[in-house]
């Protein structure tokens, strides 16, 4: 959810969202975004190690991506350094609201 609705991306909008695990041997986990809002692994195995997250969050503006730049609709508040939205990921499966407020 950003700002109260549901997010969707818009046609060529480019959403990139990572679970970065506390354990920084480990590698990040990419999610995809689909056309419904729904948010799902993107790996062959489609599920994730059980454990605690950190969670990035970029969207970049189409119109932005045009021009050659990639304007962050969240103006890297989520980014992977500055981020405060975590997860807890338990064995088997696993529903989580992640909300969001334009910054």
Request: no cysteine; glycine share 8%; charged share 20%.
């Amino acid at each position: 959810m950003v700002d109260g609705k549901l997010f969707i991306p818009t046609e060529g909008q480019m959403v990139q969202i990572q679970l970065l695990p506390n354990n920084s041997a480990e590698s990040p986990v990419m999610l995809g975004v689909d056309k419904k809002g729904l948010i799902s692994p993107v790996s062959a195995a489609g599920t994730l190690p059980p454990g605690d997250y950190k969670v990035a969050i970029m969207a970049a503006d189409p119109a932005a991506m045009t021009k050659g730049k990639m304007t962050d609709q969240f103006k890297n508040v989520f980014s992977k350094d500055k981020t405060t939205l975590r997860l807890n990921i338990k064995p088997g499966a696993n529903t989580h609201d992640i909300t969001l407020t334009t910054p």
